[in-house]
């Protein structure tokens, strides 16, 4: 790696660690804590990198990003954040920076994007909607939408990507994981933000002219068709109709999906056409089980909410939180918050207890089937399943070369991390439960970017 990075973050620790790695990879580094020195040298010409922290003591370092822009036009700029939320993706993509990260960052894929912006000539500027902070501002205390897994960091940055794109949307998700939220979201950053948001339920489409209604409610805003895989055919045929009847001033459209609209297509209960209409982007909400990490961070988030509606101001005990990690949440982010706010509403004293998280989970129901697998269903079934989806999703057209190596890839990853996680990151123990050898596994690590966290284990 070869050039000049410029360092900005008022953590003495994170300017130590990034002067001393980008150093080692032969970058020559400039660190300050303060956004008026980073101006400063931008000003003077140098760098060609810069690495930014949000929250700065003398000013906010997605205000100062369009000032680099405007003086230095195609300087790459990497935003790294404590504010793991969609608003903040969103804020980033907009003030044109080149990539966005949360903390706590992984040290060598932050590397890797730094690399990269270094290598890479930055496309022509473009100019930040005056509007965005506004909406952001309103919304902020209202959309849950946060988290720092990398699950989450993803579907910020796909949502700000797609949010201006002239394609339809199929947001998709378990029950209870925020999918209308998401298209909420998609709405409110986006150019269409002044108009209006129109969802449409099935029992919306049963009148003659209800699909006509909801074009013309939505005007050139947005559509969002709720829970489209309960739609019967006739209510899907309307739809198809609809689109293609659908002008230059037509509204965007999205819809939302807990079921598998693959499944339901193969079996001859949902339309191919409408499958394929809908699905110009889709996004994929995770499980609350698939990024346990986040958690903490709602369960805060929502005891914080309480004591804005009203309720008495609780925290939870160290014991009552991992309680809370472990259970399986079968309904998501909804049934997390209802649970947080009984126990705000139900304790006696400021400190939530072990023993009343007990009490309270013992009545939730227990974890459902994954969507899609059967009783008795073996692995190598649901992994045949998922790939004849794949090929069937390019329509008759071979996937891109390197099926084999991307397929490993993507069921390696998810062994080792779990094997690592259930062996408390000790990656003798792990290699043993896999059968590999300690150095194998040690390159599969590094390969696949996986990220090592040791930890006590009680297992």
Known sequence: MDGTVLVADDDRTIR????????????????????????????????????????????????????????????????????????TAIQATEADAYDYLPKPFDLPDLMKRAARALDLKRRAPVTRPPEVRSAEAATQDELPLVGRTPSMQALYRLVARVMNAELPVLITGESGTGKSLIGRAIHDFSDRRTQPFVVVTASDLDAPDGAAQAVSRAKEGSIVFDEVGDFDDAAQGKIVRLLDQLGDAAPR??????????????????????????????????????????????????????????????????????????????????QLENTVRRLAVTSQSEVIGKAEVELVLGNQPEIEPLMGAGDGEKLSASVAKHLKRYFDLHGGVLPPPGLYGRILREVEMPLIEIALDATGGNQAKCADLLGINRNTLRKKITDLDIRVTRRRKLM
Not at 44 to 53: H, Q, R
Not at 59 to 76: C, D, F, Q, S, V
């Open 253 to 334: 459209i999205m819809a939302t999906s807990q079921k598998d609209l693959t499944e339901k297509m193969e079996a001859g209960a949902f339309r191919q056409d409408l499958f394929y209409r809908l699905g110009g982007v889709t996004v994929a909400v995770p499980a609350l089980r698939e990024r346990v990490d986040d958690i903490p961070l709602l369960a805060d988030h929502f005891l914080l909410r309480a004591e804005r509606d009203g309720m008495p101001l609780r925290r939870l005990s160290p014991g009552a939180m991992e309680l809370i990690r472990a259970y399986s949440w079968p309904g998501n982010v909804r």
């Open 16 to 87: 130590t660690v990034l002067t001393q790695a980008l150093t080692r990879a032969g970058c020559k580094v400039h660190a300050t804590s303060s956004l008026v020195t980073l101006m400063r040298w931008v000003d003077e010409g140098k760098g060609d990198l810069v690495i930014s922290d949000v929250i700065m003591p003398d000013g906010n370092g997605l205000e100062t990003l369009p000032k680099i822009t405007e003086k230095r036009p195609g300087m790459p700029v990497i935003i790294i954040s404590a504010q793991n939320t969609i608003m």
